[in-house]
C-alpha cells in the first residue's frame, strides 16, 4: 500500500491550525541577549565552582534559563555549564542539593537531564552522572516533575 | 469506610446518578448507557439506552427533570425522557435527537443549574451550547467557537445558568457567556462581569507548565474557578485577582468537585481522591480520602505508594537481578482502592456548598462513595516514593 500521502503536512491547508507558539509564552528577552546572559552565566558558574558552591552555581543555571525558538547556542551553553556542575558534585550531596532548589528550579533540571539523555553523542559520556540526578530528583520533586517535562512547551 | 461497588471488568467511562440516588447511569467504554438500580448493597442493571453508535463519552442526568443527556464520539447527544411505551404501556427511556451541528466527537456535557439548557464540549474546537424548541419538538443548539483553538474536554455551569466554565487541549480554562436571549433572563452582574451577551470571554487562565486542561469546576458561590491540568497541578483562580497553582509530586489529576467554598475533591491517574483546601489568602493540599487500607488484602507497607512501585517494576528488577521470571508471584495491587485511573468524581451527599459525600468512577469499573469529612494526611505516603 502507498503510504507517502500519511506524511504529507496537512496543517499546511488548514488556515486555522492550532501554531506551537500559541501554547506558551514566548521569552521576552531578544535571542542576543539570551545567548549574552548564558555566557554572563557560565562564567559566574566557573567561579561559583571554584568556591564549591554547588548549589548557587545550579540556581544560576536554572534561574532564567532560555527556552523557545532561535536560542539553540544559548540553550546548549547552559547545557555545557549544567554538565559541568553536575559531573563536579559528589554523588552523596545529591541529595541536599536538590533539597535547596526551588521547586521551578527542579523542574527545570528534569528537562536539562532530559535534554541531555537525548542530545546525541553527549549521552555517552554523561550517562551515569544524567541518570543517578535523575534517579535522585524523582525521589524528592515525584513523577509530577517528569510529567511536567513532557507537558511543558517552554523546552530547554 | 468508603461504600465500594465492583460495577464492571470493563472501564466505567461516565456516571450519573438521579435525584435519590436510587438509580444510577453509566457507560462501560461502549456504545450504550446502562442504567442501574440499588438493591441492597448491590447495583442491578435494569435498562440499556441504545442509540448511538459509537463510544458514549459523558452523561448527566437532571435531578428535578429527571431527564438524561448523554454525548458521544458519533457527534451526537440524546435527550433521554421517561414516557410510557405506546404498545405495552410500560414505562421507557425514550430518546430526542439534539442538533449539535459539531463535526467531531463530543467530550463532555453537562446540564445548567436550572434544566433548561445543557452545555456539549467537543473535539470540533467548540461548545454547543443547546436548548429545548416547543415548536419543533427538539433540542436546537448554538456554538461557542472563539476563541478556542482545540477540543474542549471539560465544561462546568456556574450556579446563575448563565456562564460556563470550559478546559480545553489548547492549554486553558476559560469563562464564558452562555446567555440565550430566548429562554434566559438577564443575569445580575457578578465578580466575572456584567455586561454577558453570548459568547463573552469573562476570564482565560492557563497553568504556568501548561498541560491539557482536564476539569473545570466552579465554586458554589460561582466566584472562584479551579481547573486540573495535565502538568500534574490544580490551579485555583480568582476574577481580577490571585491564581494559586499546586503542584503535586504525583501523576496528573483529571477530575474535580467543589465540596465547599473552600474545599475541593481532585482525583486521577493517581488513583485516589486528593483533597484541597484554602481560600483567596492561598491553598494547599491537606490529604486524601484513601487511607491506603481500605483496599482488601492489600499490604500497606511503606514504599508501596501508587504505582511507581507496582507490578511492572518489580517485574523488571526481578527478572534483571534475579533472573526470576515472577509469574503470578509480584503483588500487582495498589494500596489504593481503585485500581486505576479515576475519571470522574461527583457531588453524592449533601447541598451544594455542603458537598458530605461524593462518588467516584474509573477505568478499574469501580463505584466507590467517599465521606468527605474522613480526610488522611498524603505526606507520610508521598516520602515513602522511591524508585
Given at each position: 500500500?502507498?503510504?507517502?500521502?500519511?506524511?504529507?503536512?496537512?496543517?499546511?491547508?488548514?488556515?486555522?491550525?492550532?501554531?506551537d507558539s500559541e501554547l506558551y509564552e514566548a521569552d521576552s528577552r531578544d535571542p542576543a541577549q539570551v545567548l549574552g546572559d548564558a555566557r554572563a552565566r557560565q562564567a559566574s558558574v566557573r567561579s561559583l565552582l571554584a568556591k564549591n558552591d554547588i548549589a548557587g552555581a545550579l540556581t544560576a543555571i536554572l534561574e532564567n534559563a532560555p527556552y523557545g525558538p532561535n536560542v539553540e547556542d544559548a540553550k546548549t551553553m547552559s547545557l555545557q555549564s549544567l554538565l559541568t556542575v553536575l559531573n563536579s558534585t559528589k554523588s552523596t550531596e545529591i541529595p541536599a542539593v536538590?533539597?535547596?532548589?526551588?521547586?521551578?528550579?527542579?523542574?527545570?533540571?528534569?528537562?536539562?537531564?532530559?535534554?541531555g539523555m537525548a542530545m546525541s553523542g553527549w549521552a555517552d559520556s554523561n550517562a551515569s552522572v544524567l541518570l543517578s540526578w535523575h534517579e535522585k530528583l524523582t525521589e524528592i520533586a515525584g513523577t509530577g516533575c517528569i510529567v511536567r517535562t513532557m507537558t511543558d512547551r517552554r523546552t530547554v | 469506610m468508603p461504600e465500594v461497588f465492583s460495577i464492571s471488568q470493563n472501564p466505567i467511562t461516565a456516571h450519573a446518578f438521579n435525584a435519590d440516588r436510587s438509580?444510577?447511569?453509566?457507560?462501560?467504554?461502549?456504545?450504550?448507557a446502562q442504567i442501574l438500580i440499588r438493591s441492597g448493597s448491590e447495583w442491578v442493571p435494569t435498562e440499556m439506552l441504545t442509540e448511538h453508535?459509537?463510544?458514549?463519552?459523558?452523561?448527566?442526568?437532571?435531578?428535578?427533570?429527571?431527564q438524561i443527556v448523554t454525548a458521544s464520539q458519533d457527534r451526537n447527544a440524546y435527550?433521554?425522557?421517561?414516557?410510557?411505551?405506546?404498545?405495552?404501556?410500560?414505562?421507557?427511556w425514550k430518546p430526542t435527537l439534539v442538533l449539535l451541528r459539531i463535526n467531531r466527537a463530543a467530550t463532555h456535557v453537562r446540564w445548567s443549574p436550572k434544566e433548561d439548557k445543557f452545555a456539549v464540549a467537543s473535539g470540533a474546537r467548540a461548545i454547543a451550547i443547546c436548548s429545548f424548541d416547543p415548536e419543533n419538538n427538539w433540542w436546537v443548539s448554538k456554538l461557542l467557537k472563539k476563541p478556542i483553538r482545540s477540543t474542549v474536554l471539560a465544561v462546568d455551569w456556574h450556579p446563575n445558568n448563565v456562564l460556563l466554565a470550559a478546559g480545553s487541549a489548547d492549554m486553558k480554562a476559560r469563562v464564558f457567556s452562555a446567555y440565550i436571549k430566548e429562554i434566559d433572563e438577564r443575569p445580575a452582574a457578578t465578580v466575572w462581569g456584567s455586561k454577558l451577551p453570548f459568547n463573552t470571554i469573562c476570564g482565560e487562565f492557563t497553568s504556568a507548565a501548561g498541560g491539557w486542561v482536564h476539569s473545570v469546576g466552579f465554586s458554589p458561590s460561582g466566584d472562584v474557578l479551579a481547573f486540573a491540568s495535565h502538568d500534574s497541578s490544580i490551579s485555583i483562580a480568582y476574577p481580577g485577582g490571585p491564581v494559586y497553582n499546586i503542584r503535586m509530586p504525583t501523576l496528573p489529576l483529571v477530575t474535580l468537585t467543589w465540596t465547599s467554598e473552600d474545599n475541593i475533591i481532585a482525583a486521577g491517574h493517581d488513583c485516589q481522591p486528593i483533597v484541597f483546601s484554602g481560600s483567596d489568602a492561598g491553598w494547599q493540599e491537606i490529604g486524601t480520602l484513601d487511607n491506603g487500607s481500605y483496599a482488601a488484602?492489600?499490604?500497606?507497607?511503606?514504599g508501596s505508594v501508587g504505582r511507581l512501585k507496582a507490578g511492572?517494576?518489580?517485574?523488571?528488577?526481578?527478572?534483571?537481578?534475579?533472573?526470576?521470571t515472577s509469574n503470578g508471584t509480584t503483588d500487582t495491587k495498589l494500596i489504593t482502592i481503585h485500581q486505576n485511573t479515576v475519571t470522574s468524581v461527583r457531588p453524592y451527599a449533601g447541598v451544594p456548598g455542603q458537598i458530605t459525600q461524593?462518588?467516584?468512577?474509573?477505568?478499574?469499573?469501580?463505584?466507590?462513595?467517599?465521606?468527605t469529612a474522613s480526610v488522611n494526611a498524603l505526606t507520610g505516603r508521598m516520602a515513602a516514593m522511591s524508585m
Open positions: 500500500m502507498d503510504v507517502a500521502f500519511r506524511k504529507i503536512d496537512i496543517d499546511v491547508y488548514d488556515e486555522d491550525a492550532l501554531q536538590i533539597k535547596s532548589l526551588s521547586m521551578d528550579s527542579q523542574d527545570t533540571l528534569m528537562k536539562y537531564l532530559y535534554k | 438509580q444510577l447511569a453509566v457507560s462501560l467504554n461502549s456504545n450504550d453508535d459509537k463510544v458514549i463519552t459523558s452523561i448527566d442526568w437532571a435531578p428535578n427533570s429527571n435527550v433521554w425522557q421517561q414516557t410510557p411505551d405506546p404498545e405495552t404501556g410500560k414505562i421507557v488484602g492489600s499490604k500497606a507497607g511503606a511492572a517494576f518489580a517485574t523488571f528488577r526481578d527478572a534483571d537481578s534475579r533472573g526470576q461524593v462518588s467516584t468512577t474509573g477505568v478499574d469499573g469501580k463505584l466507590v462513595i467517599w465521606d
